[in-house]
C-alpha cells in the first residue's frame, strides 16, 4: 500500500473518447502532482497543486484538462488524445512543495 | 517497471554484494536531491534524500553521498537483494524551486542469486 492510490491501473481508450484519471492520497498531504513516464525518458512533471490550488502547469496540452476538489483527491481529464500521449500517468502528493514525493502505482494508458 | 527496458544503464550484481549506482547533476543551484526505486509495474518509491549542507546520510542498508564539487551523487546498497532488483533514479531539485524536481533516465539494478 503506497498511501496514493491511482485508478484505473489500465485504460485503454480512442482518440475521440473521454475518460479521466483518478488519484487519492492518504497521506494528509497538502500538494498534489501529475508526472508522465514514457519508455526511455525521464519523468515529466505535467501539474502542481498546493492546497487545491494549481501552482504549477508545464506546458501541458490542454487535451490534458486537471482537477482538484481537495487535498485528498486529484483527477486528469482526458479528451481528444493522440497515440503519443500512451504512456504512465503518475500522481504524487507531498507534505509542503519542497519536501519528497510519494507516488502512486500509476495508470497505464493507452490511445488507439 | 514502465521505464525499465531497452537502453537504460545496468548495473549486475551478486546477491550478497554491495552495490554502487550514480547519478551526475547539472545544476550547481539544487540543494536537495532524492534516490527512488521503481520495481516493475509499480510507481517510483523514496528511498533517501539529501540536502546539499550535508554529504552523507544513512538510512537502513543504504547510503547516498553527495560531492558538490563534482555534482555527483551516489547511491550504495549493502548485502544487495534479489528485492533491490529495481530501476533506480536520483532527482534533483532547487533551492526555492516548486518541487520541480528532474529526474534522471534511470539505472537498472540486476541482482544474481
Known amino acids: 500500500e503506497t498511501g496514493v492510490t491511482q485508478t484505473p491501473r489500465h485504460l485503454v481508450m480512442g482518440m475521440t473518447n473521454k475518460k479521466s484519471l483518478k488519484c487519492e492520497q492518504h497521506?494528509?498531504?497538502?500538494?498534489m502532482y501529475w508526472y508522465k513516464q514514457s519508455a526511455k525518458k525521464p519523468l515529466e512533471l505535467m501539474f502542481v497543486?498546493?492546497?487545491?490550488?494549481?501552482?504549477e502547469n508545464n506546458s501541458v496540452p490542454s487535451r490534458f484538462s486537471p482537477e482538484c476538489p481537495n487535498s485528498s483527491h486529484l483527477f486528469l481529464h482526458l479528451h481528444t488524445l493522440q497515440p503519443e500521449d500512451s504512456a504512465l500517468y503518475l500522481c504524487?502528493?507531498?507534505?509542503?512543495?519542497?519536501?519528497?514525493?510519494?507516488f502512486g502505482n500509476g495508470t497505464r494508458l493507452t490511445v488507439t | 517497471g514502465e521505464n525499465v527496458g531497452l537502453h537504460l544503464p545496468t548495473l549486475s550484481v551478486q546477491e550478497g554484494d554491495n552495490s554502487i549506482i550514480n547519478c551526475a547533476y547539472s545544476n550547481s543551484a539544487s540543494d536537495y536531491f532524492i534516490w527512488y526505486k521503481q520495481e516493475s509495474g509499480k510507481g517510483p518509491q523514496f528511498i533517501i534524500d539529501i540536502r546539499s549542507n550535508m554529504d552523507k546520510r544513512q538510512g537502513q542498508r543504504v547510503t547516498v553521498l553527495l560531492n558538490k564539487t563534482v555534482k555527483h551523487l551516489s547511491l550504495q546498497i549493502a548485502a544487495t537483494q534479489p528485492g533491490d532488483s529495481a530501476v533506480y533514479f536520483c532527482a534533483e531539485n532547487q533551492r526555492g524551486a516548486t518541487n520541480k524536481l528532474i529526474f534522471g533516465t534511470g539505472t537498472l539494478l540486476a541482482v544474481q542469486p
Open positions: 504524487a502528493s507531498s507534505q509542503a512543495l519542497d519536501g519528497p514525493l510519494h
Open positions: 497521506l494528509g498531504h497538502n500538494a
Open positions: 497543486y498546493n492546497f487545491k490550488e494549481q501552482t
